[in-house]
């Protein structure tokens, strides 16, 4: 199982439902430290928990997980290449900003 990219992931399909590292935690009940540390690969959810990530974001464990590319919902009735942009688009800007706290 290649587990990778599942913060990554994590964090550009809970930032496309607009939600924060608190309102997500609070939604399936961990701390938003624990929320951190999964979009920072530090740890991974059990399965419980990640059942909840996916009914909460609607989207799959295989996504998540990297198992499949395909995402399972709709943003705004894109097509699934503008989705792919825009997920790659909120990926590159965190990754430029950690860049910049480093400095």
Same mark, same amino acid.
């Given at each position: ?6 913060? @990554? ?16 935690s609070k939604r399936? @009940?961990?701390?938003?430290? %624990? ?8 740890s991974y959810p ?32 894109? %097509? ?11 990926? %590159?800007? @965190? ?6 706290? @480093?400095?």
């Amino acid at each position: 199982m290649q587990t990778d990219f599942f913060g @990554e992931k994590l964090k550009a399909v809970r930032k496309s439902k607009n939600l924060t590292q608190l309102e997500l935690s609070k939604r399936i @009940e961990v701390s938003k430290g %624990t929320i951190s540390a999964y979009e920072q690969g530090l740890s991974y959810p059990s399965l419980e928990t990640l059942v909840k990530i996916c009914g909460i974001l609607d989207t799959s464990a295989d996504y998540l997980l990297g198992l499949s590319d395909n995402l399972v919902f709709k943003m705004g009735g894109l %097509t699934n290449d503008q989705i792919n942009s825009v997920l790659q688009f909120i990926s %590159t800007i @965190e990754r430029a900003n950690r860049i910049i706290d @480093e400095h």
